[in-house]
């Protein structure tokens, strides 16, 4: 199974300031059909999962541009440039090139 | 207004079964791959499963192949888990979703205990 993890696993955040999180996976996310399947999630309390970026750089719809993903391969990032009060939660990255699809253990987002 | 509404969670004692269904609206539910993912208390997020809008492909997470079993009925809009043989480390909020368009129920609480 591929491995997902991710690093900070909390992290405390000032509002304003601007926060990242790495996700590294145990191998390529390139499928040969030129995609990358790798996800980014976030799980606000008492609500399921909502999808942010998808195939690394993709915001989904109705996500503020504050939210950006980049990176390639193995390596993995999701920066939020100016942190919000409701961007509380647990970020989750995602990978669905092979099954089972992984998760990273999740990354707690907390308001300073 | 899509909506997914999972039911069938409860407490069971090990070595039991129970049937999760997770009936949909909203969207055509045919065309989609749908999925089960389950999250233990205060846990993370873990696939669990997830079935071709045909039916004709499944998928499992090794813990729990031989045990759940995941199909759906097109014609009444519905994805189901059956699980048997449930152990302590099943308990968890089973959510179903289409990861494609990112709908998500709220999940169906289960629940496995003596």
């Known amino acids: 199974d591929i491995v997902m993890t991710q690093t900070p696993l909390s992290l405390s955040v000032t509002p304003g300031q601007p926060a990242s999180i790495s996700c590294k996976s145990s191998q390529s996310l390139l499928h040969r059909d030129g995609k990358t399947y790798f996800y980014w999630y976030l799980q606000k309390p008492g609500q399921p999962p909502q999808l942010l970026i998808y195939e690394v750089s993709n915001r989904f719809s109705g996500v503020p541009d504050r939210f950006s993903g980049s990176g390639s391969g193995t390596d993995f990032t999701l920066k939020i440039s100016r942190v919000e009060a409701e961007d509380v939660g647990v970020y989750y990255c995602?990978?669905?090139?092979?099954?089972?699809?992984?998760f990273g253990q999740g990354t707690k987002l907390e308001i300073k | 207004e899509v909506q997914l509404v999972e039911s069938g969670g409860g407490l069971v004692q090990p070595g039991g079964s129970l049937r999760l269904s997770c009936e949909v609206s909203g969207f055509t539910f045919s065309r989609y791959w749908v999925t089960w993912v389950r999250q233990a208390p205060g846990k993370g997020l873990e696939w669990v499963a997830n079935i071709k809008p045909d039916g004709s492909e499944k998928h499992y997470v090794d813990s729990v192949k031989g045990r759940f079993t995941i199909s759906r009925d097109n014609a009444k809009n519905s994805l189901y888990l059956q699980m048997n043989s449930l152990r302590a480390e099943d308990t968890a909020v089973y959510y179903c979703a289409t990861l494609q368009t990112d709908y998500w129920g709220q999940g169906t609480l289960v629940t496995v205990s003596s």
């Open positions: 995602m990978q669905s090139i092979l099954v089972p699809y992984t």
